[in-house]
């Protein structure tokens, strides 16, 4: 089932989620996120994004290029950020228009549950990396927005679509 993507700035897209639960909800969950976020198009999609203020986020950094490798992060804890930064443009489903310059570390060691109940512990990088990070930091209620400069901001909020 399609789900509505909140958009900026509805105020639950900036509040912190709680622990998720691996049931059926979040299990069916988990499938309309997926839909969603293919259908959208897009990478990959947090829970609170959908109004659900739980720490679950989806994404699939190769099915643009023609491989779809879906995955599902429940309660991720990032462990470990690389000290090495990298520079690149962002965009986000909850904020269409502006695509946005953001610092990130270029690998992250990330910590989550897996739809099968599985412990997953992984060093991710690349595009996974900086995608993973974006997702992760919905779950704080962080946005692109906040990671910006006010002189960036103050752009990037003017460019948002009507
Ligand atoms: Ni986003």
Same mark, same amino acid.
């Given at each position: 089932?399609?789900?509505?993507?909140?958009?900026?700035?509805?105020?639950?897209?900036?509040?912190?989620?709680?622990?998720?639960?691996?049931?059926?909800?979040? %299990?069916?969950l988990a499938a309309d996120m997926l839909e969603t976020m293919y259908?959208?198009?897009?990478?990959?999609?947090?829970?609170?994004?959908?109004? %659900?203020?739980?720490?679950?986020?989806?994404?699939?950094?190769?099915?643009?290029?023609?491989?779809?490798?879906?995955?599902?992060?429940?309660?991720?804890?990032?462990?470990?950020?690389?000290?090495? %930064?990298?520079?690149?443009? #962002?965009?986000?489903?909850?904020?269409?228009?502006?695509?946005? #310059?953001? #610092?990130?570390?270029?690998?992250?060691?990330?910590?989550?549950?897996?739809?099968?109940?599985?412990?997953?512990?992984t060093v991710l990088t690349g595009f996974a990396a900086i995608c993973?990070?974006?997702?992760?930091?919905?779950?704080?209620?962080?946005?692109?927005?906040?990671?910006?400069?006010?002189?960036?901001?103050?752009?990037?909020?003017?460019?948002?679509?009507?």
């Amino acid at each position: 089932m399609l789900l509505p993507i909140l958009r900026w700035p509805d105020p639950r897209l900036s509040q912190p989620c709680a622990p998720a639960a691996l049931d059926d909800d979040l %299990r069916q969950l988990a499938a309309d996120m997926l839909e969603t976020m293919y259908a959208a198009p897009g990478r990959g999609l947090a829970a609170s994004q959908v109004g %659900r203020l739980i720490r679950l986020f989806v994404m699939d950094v190769t099915w643009k290029e023609g491989q779809r490798s879906s995955q599902v992060f429940i309660n991720p804890k990032v462990v470990e950020l690389s000290p090495s %930064r990298v520079l690149g443009p #962002e965009g986000c489903l909850s904020i269409p228009g502006p695509v946005t #310059e953001v #610092e990130r570390a270029e690998t992250v060691r990330m910590h989550w549950t897996g739809l099968d109940g599985q412990a997953h512990d992984t060093v991710l990088t690349g595009f996974a990396a900086i995608c993973a990070q974006h997702e992760y930091d919905h779950l704080d209620g962080i946005l692109t927005l906040d990671r910006l400069s006010p002189e960036a901001r103050a752009r990037a909020e003017a460019e948002v679509a009507a």
